[in-house]
């Protein structure tokens, strides 16, 4: 297992030769670094890599599933999930000094278990990463279909000339996402990341505000506790809005005292546990058994209204090129030498825009992304990395802890997956 490092190493030796599965994405220790980051500004990558799209399924979630399942849900999976990156991290720390030469959860997975655990992280990572991004398109079509669909409208109704305004949002899309897609340096995005993270906290904000002031005068009637099945698929939801399993080495790697990044994760995780937990409970609590799949569909067509949900969807425009950075890292490195491909990096824009046209609900795509990508991420491959690198130095007791992470993460997983499909063909039925 230790070979596998040994010949990443060796591979990242060579500055001249062309990027393979086992060559590492950082710089050898030869090469000039950046300046770290302080603990805040480790809270605040922390933050940014976790919180996305998901977080606005979270009040249909907790109308489906009961507000007291699932502020437990989100506790539990946020402790997991934070337990999963230690894991990561203990590994890495395991196999020696070498913050420059694992520098990513590939990486990792190679130094442990050769080709079959890069393989297992990159097919992970390229269906959740992409899956994140069909979930942001559709969120932006439902959103504009939410907002300009007028009965009274020649133009802007439920179809236009034969076409519906669902699939014509996300097509007038397409061309724009390819140009940003083209963009090979993220360096150059990085200034589109911080106005997208900007209007993503700002609108959150004014959603919270304003489902407390419906909830003070509507007061609907709430449920606490939900059915099996919806504990399932409000559990897919859960594990999807904790997305960031990937950034966990990356993060520590950047962190000036690495010693206090167990620390940080943890206030950063409880932070945005907390956080998750108001939105979703302000929002069911305001519209109670008529909250929408997005939270934001529930806001009327005031102004106000109008620029959070269009400010939302300016948001997640803009980070889908971000969130597609790590497929076309996987997809060039295995495909391509490593080198930037654009005719490749095109056909997957169109792959995703095609997946977003047949999905019918944004937080039932959700939960199925959840539970079938990012339950092996965040549970199984780290668990099970963590054994593989420590299981000649482990008591019984803590070698039973990573397995019993493992069999968990298999099995929510499968019956996640297996209720949110089952969603998923319902609505279309």
């Known amino acids: 297992m230790v070979m596998g490092f040994e010949k990443g190493k060796e591979a990242g030796s060579s500055s001249n030769a062309l990027p393979t599965e086992d060559t590492p994405l950082l710089l050898p220790s030869g090469h000039k670094r950046h300046a770290l980051s302080s603990q805040l500004k480790t809270f605040a990558n922390v933050f940014i890599a976790i919180v996305g799209a998901g977080v606005l399924g979270l009040p249909y979630t907790f109308m489906r599933t009961g507000w007291v399942t699932s502020l437990l849900m989100i506790l539990v999976v946020a402790a997991l999930t934070y337990h999963g990156m230690m894991l990561l991290i203990r590994t890495r720390h395991k196999l020696g000094d070498s913050s420059y030469a694992i520098a990513s959860f590939g990486d990792l997975g190679f130094a442990v278990s050769g080709s079959i655990g890069r393989c297992a992280v990159d097919f992970m990572i390229v269906l959740s990463q992409a899956g994140f991004c069909v979930g942001y398109l559709i969120f932006i079509s439902d959103t504009l279909v939410n907002l300009f669909n007028s009965s009274s409208s020649l133009l802007v109704g439920p179809q236009i000339w034969g076409v519906s305004t669902k699939s014509l949002y996300i097509w007038t899309c397409f061309p724009f996402q390819l140009g940003l897609n083209s963009i090979a340096s993220l360096t150059l995005l990085a200034p589109l990341s911080i106005f997208a993270d900007i209007v993503d906290l700002a609108a959150m904000g004014i959603v919270i505000v304003e489902d407390f002031l419906i909830f003070m005068k509507q007061m609907p009637v709430v449920e606490a506790f939900g059915t099996l099945s919806t504990f399932f698929y409000g559990l ?119 997946v977003a046209l047949f999905v019918p609900n944004f937080a039932d795509f959700l939960s199925l992304v959840g539970s079938s990508t990012c339950c092996a991420l965040g549970f199984v491959l780290p668990a099970l990395f963590h054994y593989l690198a420590f299981k000649e130095d482990i008591s019984w007791r803590q070698a039973s802890a990573d397995w019993g992470l493992i069999i968990l993460g298999v099995f929510l997983g499968v019956l996640g997956t297996w209720y949110s499909l089952l969603e998923i063909f319902s609505v279309k039925a």
């Open 236 to 354: 897919g939801v859960a594990v999807y809005s904790f997305e960031g399993i990937g950034m966990a080495l990356p993060l520590e790697s950047e962190m000036k005292d690495k010693s206090k990044f167990g620390k940080i994760l943890g206030l950063a995780m409880l932070f945005i546990a907390a956080m998750y937990g108001a939105f979703g409970a302000m929002g069911y609590f305001a519209f109670g058994e008529n909250t929408k799949d997005i939270i934001t569909a529930n806001m009327g067509k005031g102004l106000l209204s109008t620029l959070v949900q269009l400010g939302l969807c300016i948001n997640l425009f803009f980070t889908l090129p971000l969130m597609m950075n790590p497929v076309y890292e996987v997809f060039e490195r295995r495909f391509w030498a490593g080198n930037y491909c654009l005719w490749m990096r095109w056909m997957l824009v169109l792959v995703v825009s095609l």
